[in-house]
């Protein structure tokens, strides 16, 4: 509303009271079975009213002008504060909301992540316990395959040795002693070639 507005409202304002109270300042002589109207008596009064109306309405015109125009402003005021504290609500779920869709995808990108991992993780360790098996059977056979090398090597030297006390006790026993000593030569010949 523009103050011209205000102040000429508010001449109508007081025009429509001065007619609503007319027929009261008309009677206010007192009530008489005939009923004249003092027209000029009333007629000063209207002036009167209607001057002292004005008077008031002009000289306090800036200050109602002025009241109902910080009245405006604060309204505007009120209403761009309240437009702005919108505009930031807004904007602020706005960014709540994006974070929230940011923060979903990125959950269910961290749980996929996870289950990638695990499952990495999974068949490393299965892959490690497979090839760890296959040393430790490698290692055992090697083993085995050594200790039964050994034992046959132990079992040859003992064979050798007692075939040789056995050949030795009989050729001992049947044979010469230079007979006996090339036949004894002639077997570690043997022997030493075959090693």
């Not at 027209?39 to 001057?51: C, D, E, P």
């Not at 990108?109 to 296959?134: F, G, H, N, P, V």
Request: cysteine-free; charged content about 30%; hydrophobic content about 40%.
């Amino acid at each position: 509303m523009k103050p011209k507005r205000v102040v000429l409202g508010l001449h109508m304002t007081l025009f429509a009271l001065t007619l609503l109270t007319l027929p009261e300042f008309a009677l206010s002589e007192g009530y008489s079975a005939e009923v004249e109207v003092p027209w000029s008596k009333v007629t000063a009064q209207v002036v009167n009213l209607t001057i002292f109306l004005t008077l008031v309405a002009f000289l306090t015109r800036k200050q109602i002008a002025g009241y109902f125009r910080s009245r405006y402003e604060s309204y505007h005021d009120l209403v761009n504060r309240a437009e702005q504290s919108r505009q930031e609500a807004e904007k602020v779920r706005t960014e709540i909301h994006q974070r929230l869709e940011r923060l979903e995808a990125s959950a269910q990108e961290s749980i996929e992540t996870a289950r990638k991992e695990a499952k990495e993780l999974s068949q490393k360790i299965e892959q490690e316990a497979q090839d760890l098996t296959a040393k430790l059977r490698a290692e055992a056979e090697k083993s085995a395959f050594f200790e039964l090398e050994r034992a046959k090597s132990e079992l040859r030297e003992e064979l050798l040795e007692l075939s040789l006390q056995a050949a030795q006790q009989v050729l001992s026993q049947s044979i010469n002693g230079t007979e006996q000593k090339r036949l004894q030569d002639e077997f570690v010949n043997k022997i030493q070639a075959v090693n």
